[in-house]
């Protein structure tokens, strides 16, 4: 089977399916695993070149709708005849489904069952010690500066804050991306700030560029210098590697009461095919 993947979450998708030997082509922003270094590149996930794509006889396009805009790739997909999934998850819940899903189209049935069931039991762990927190502190997501774009109510993030023992800032917005001001942020008084910049490298973000900003000294998280900046592929992304992030950031905010975080404990990314 020939697969192609246009977006990094879903090359992400298909490595936790043990699929990266069939995939023939990926978009310019996957970066993980390290198989796809040598894998043609075929545009950013926003702009796709479609006749590389055609060219390349995909028997599977994984498609998305995670970013908009990605509609122009699914509409140019359906008129050249080329066989796609759309992946489109909001929820850890949706990317377990995907998950199942993309299993039962690509013969992995057996062995997504199995990330799936250690990826609910590792949310299930989270959710137990999350009940031993007693203050949960607030969490300013920040995925955008200008204009300030930040994950609401309907996002994997606010999960993702629940199960670390936190409280997403803006998880009483019932949208799953929020358009605001740094004047709004300023006011909700945040205790810890996040800066995951989406596509952008965690290098290329400095703590600096929030106390720098209008007022910023007159805000708790900055006074106590909880400011982090957190890799961009553990939070920003719908795959299993979600919970690397999740593990991440409770370590960071509750080290008392959750395991301390490694970069190399990505079990479910280690199953052997079944």
Known sequence: MRIVSICPSNTEMLAY?????????????????EDIKTLPRLGPDL????????????????????????????????????????LNPHSLKQIGDDLIMLGELTNRKSLAEEVVRRYHET????????????????????WWPKPVFTPGGRNWLTEIS????????????????????????????????????????????????????NQAKTMKAVIKGNIHVLEEAYFCRPSPRLLMGLKKIAALLHPEIFPAFSNNEDSLYKLKKT
């Open 17 to 33: 399916l043990q699929l990266m030997p069939q995939v023939v082509g990926v978009d310019n922003y996957s970066d993980w695993p």
């Open 47 to 86: 702009s796709i070149d479609m006749d590389k794509t055609a060219s390349l006889k995909p028997d599977l396009v994984v498609a998305s709708l995670s970013v908009p805009g990605m509609e122009r790739n699914i509409e140019e997909l359906k008129a050249r005849g080329l066989p796609y999934v759309v």
């Open 123 to 142: 949310i299930h762990q989270y959710q137990t010690l999350a009940h031993k927190v007693s203050n949960k502190p607030s969490i300013y997501w920040e």
């Open 162 to 213: 629940r199960l670390a023992g936190a409280i997403n800032l803006f998880e009483n917005e019932p949208k799953a991306n929020v358009q605001t001001s740094w004047e709004d942020v300023i006011a909700r008084q945040p205790d810890h700030i996040c800066m995951i910049w989406v596509g952008v490298d965690s290098h290329k973000v400095k703590p600096d560029f929030v106390i720098k900003r």
